[in-house]
């Protein structure tokens, strides 16, 4: 079994990975290519599909070149991708304009057209258990049909970003659950295209392809791929899965309950559960995950170590040996940062806010205070985020014991204690380099029989590091937290002015 080998892609918001991993998750060989975001125009955000297709070419065969042994060894292809970006085809598959990408808010006059109607909202709760906002694909297509008709006519497919890559490797056009649901098209409790919400924004059903689970073969490789990729052909291809849901298996995650922290750019939590569970005030999304019959909660925010890399960016320098600077200075300063306390919405905030004018403050500085309280205030006040969306998703009643962290906050070792006093949780930084891409490969093992237990590999091929754990919350933080909500409260309506 050790001699298979499966192949991850990861095709990312800035650059797309190509990771090989054998059975025992070693990973054996990996390359890397970004390519630019576009901005036509103050709130666009678009790539060419080109970009992503010609990168997964040249570090393909890059890597192949360089480890001729591994491609005969290839058993399997899986490709996770960004949600919602979505690629237009024409009756010859052929690309009619640039990918519109999650980022984008050109939307926003739409969006808010849909939601003034009571009704309108109604229906897209009820066939999607979520809200309209800017990100997800279908107001994007509504655009393109108002603001480009002719691209619109000669529109026969739209495609999610991954799933351009998969037909580009296959000729076969296929999506999965947890990247449907990030359309606004998907009925997520009945995992199939909702004609009630195609009718909603006046869209052709046909639009979109078929639609299945994650862990199945769709397709194999065609000799024209395999002449400009090095992947051999006939290689089985999966059908993959949104990044987050990789990410979040490739983290362990697959049992209801069990949680997934990314303390990366943006801060995630995703919650697995065997129901839908949706929150019917909306501050937190459900979506469909990459195992059969399982659904995520999320809470998705926007600027977590963002914020601490806008401060770096600003006050310091690039380099990332400022942080085990301010790792060593932070030790010093008190819990609570001596009643500094920060709002990390330097770009508006997502959940449970949905607040795309709401932005950063510190509050209560004062003359005692030096670079780093703003240091430590900056990872406390991210670590009141995050408990903000624990908080709504244990209102809905989820249990949630212990997070598993990921992304470079989960490095700090002063970090994880704050998260950890704040959040009355069990954590521990998850001990996998490639997560996303151990993720792909266990989907890849999975429709191929090759792993018979799922819970058998997960625990072979997943760790965690150290518990980090206080059985109370310190005084400081129960205050600050309180204040912390209480500052958002009564700023929202200023930066609205």
């Excluded at 037909?167 to 009925?187: C, I, K, P, Q, W």
């Excluded at 401060?311 to 300063?333: C, G, H, L, W």
């Excluded at 430590?376 to 949630?400: H, P, R």
Aim: hydrophobic share 35%.
């Amino acid at each position: 079994m050790n001699q298979e080998i499966f192949v991850g892609i990861d095709l990312g918001t800035t650059g797309m990975k190509i990771i090989f991993m054998d059975t025992d998750g070693t990973i054996l060989a990996k390359n890397y290519v970004d390519y630019p975001i576009l901005n036509p125009e103050q709130g666009y955000a678009e790539q060419r599909p080109s970009d992503w297709w010609q990168g997964l070419c040249k570090i393909s065969t890059e890597v192949l070149n360089e480890h001729s042994g591994l491609k005969d060894r290839i058993a399997c292809i899986g490709i996770s991708g960004q949600m919602h970006t979505q690629v237009y085809l024409d009756n010859n598959n052929r690309i009619l304009r640039n990918a519109i990408t999650w980022m984008d808010q050109r939307t926003r006059k739409l969006v808010e057209r849909y939601n003034a109607k009571e009704e309108n909202r109604m229906i897209i709760s009820d066939y999607t258990l979520n809200s309209l906002s800017t990100t997800y694909t279908a107001p994007h297509i509504v655009w393109v049909k108002e603001e480009e008709p002719d691209i619109y006519r000669k529109t026969e497919k739209v495609l999610l970003a991954k799933d351009y890559i998969k037909y580009m490797l296959t000729g076969e056009m296929v999506t999965d659950y947890s990247d449907a649901v990030g359309t606004l098209l998907f009925n997520t409790v009945k995992k199939k295209w909702s004609d009630e919400m195609f009718r909603l924004f006046d869209l052709a059903p046909n639009l979109m392809p078929e639609v299945d689970k994650s862990a199945q073969v769709i397709g194999r490789i065609t000799p024209e791929a395999a002449s400009i990729t090095g992947l051999p052909e006939g290689t089985p291809v999966i059908n993959g899965s949104a990044d987050q849901a990789a990410t979040s298996l490739g983290a362990g995650v697959i049992h209801p309950g069990e949680v997934t922290a990314i303390v990366g750019t943006a801060g995630v939590i995703s919650v697995i559960s065997d129901e839908p569970i949706a929150d019917p005030e909306h501050r937190v999304l459900c979506w469909n995950y990459c195992l059969e019959d399982k659904w995520v909660n999320l809470g998705i925010m926007q600027t977590a170590g963002e914020s601490l890399n806008w401060f770096k960016r600003t006050f310091d320098s690039e380099s990332d040996a400022v942080f085990d600077i301010y790792n060593q200075e932070i030790a010093n300063i008190e819990d609570g940062s001596e009643g500094l306390i920060f709002l990390p919405y330097l770009m508006g905030e997502r959940s449970p806010h949905w607040d795309s004018e709401a932005r950063g403050v510190f509050f209560g500085m004062s003359m005692n205070h030096n670079k780093y309280h703003f240091v430590k205030s900056i990872m406390e006040g991210v670590s009141f985020a995050f408990k903000n969306n624990l908080e709504v998703m244990e209102s809905l009643g989820i249990n949630i014991d212990k997070l598993r962290l990921l992304g470079g906050g989960s490095k700090s070792e002063e970090w994880l204690n704050i998260m950890a006093k704040v959040l009355n949780k069990k954590i521990s930084p998850v001990k996998v380099a490639e997560t996303g891409a151990l993720g792909s490969s266990i989907l890849c093992g999975l429709a191929l029989g090759v792993y018979d237990s799922l819970d058998d590999v997960v625990s072979r091929l997943t760790m965690t590091g150290k518990e980090y754990y206080y059985e109370e919350i310190p005084e400081i933080y129960y205050e600050n937290y309180n204040k912390y909500k209480k500052i958002y409260q009564r700023t929202k309506d200023i930066f609205k002015l």
